[in-house]
Nanobody, 121 residues
Framework: QVQLVESGGGLVQAGDSLRLSCAAS????????MGWFRQAPGKEREFVAA????????AYTDSVKGRFTISRDNAKSTVYLQMDSLKPEDTAVYYC??????????????WGQGTQVTVSS
């Protein structure tokens, strides 16, 4: 069992930055790929970024490439999402997720409760 707790969301203006954190507890953190997903009102949950267990492989959805950076600190059992140049369309609830397999789909085994990010224009 893996427990995930996100933090760092908030209300910002367009162009600002935020860093989301996701702290994990439970089984060996480094064995899990970690993903960030988001869900806007009335929309399906979508993939944002993922990072492999050791942290060597990363993937991003096209709309955040060059603006968001996913990273992890396995010693702290924490994954981060640095979000720069935020846009109003980035407004959503952001979720972190853990799975033994590195993937872009939403079929991750463990999920956090989510943190709200709101970007005003």
């Amino acid at each position: 069992q893996v427990q995930l707790v996100e933090s760092g969301g908030g209300l910002v203006q367009a162009g600002d930055s935020l860093r989301l954190s996701c702290a994990a507890s439970g089984r060996t953190f480094s064995r899990y790929a970690m993903g960030w997903f988001r869900q806007a009102p009335g929309k399906e949950r979508e993939f944002v970024a993922a990072i492999s267990g050791p942290g060597f492989v990363r993937a991003y959805t096209d709309s955040v490439k060059g603006r968001f950076t996913i990273s992890r600190d396995n010693a702290k059992s924490t994954v981060y999402l640095q979000m720069d140049s935020l846009k109003p369309e980035d407004t959503a609830v952001y979720y972190c997720a853990a799975d033994p397999d590195f993937k872009r789909s939403t079929s991750y085994e463990y999920w956090g409760q989510g943190t709200q990010v709101t970007v005003s224009s």
